[in-house]
């Protein structure tokens, strides 16, 4: 992925804001979910390695 670079003849300006409570506990839930997403992922990719272990007799 290579940078994009600025038009000489154009300013790009970015605003700052502050995020509502509404947005910032939509972005605190989605974050949450995703965690417990892959921890979940992750939990089952190291079961089916152990069941998949011969183990000997």
């Given at each position: 992925?290579?940078l994009i670079k600025?038009?000489?003849?154009?300013?790009?300006?970015?605003e700052s804001r502050?995020?509502?409570?509404?947005?910032?506990?939509?972005?605190?839930?989605?974050?949450?979910?995703?965690?417990?997403?892959?921890?979940?992922?992750?939990?089952?990719?190291?079961?089916?390695?152990?069941?998949?272990?011969?183990?000997?007799a």
């Amino acid at each position: 992925m290579g940078l994009i670079k600025e038009p000489l003849d154009i300013d790009f300006v970015v605003e700052s804001r502050s995020l509502t409570k509404a947005e910032e506990k939509a972005i605190s839930d989605f974050i949450k979910a995703d965690k417990e997403k892959r921890n979940l992922k992750l939990i089952n990719q190291k079961t089916a390695r152990r069941r998949n272990v011969k183990r000997p007799a």
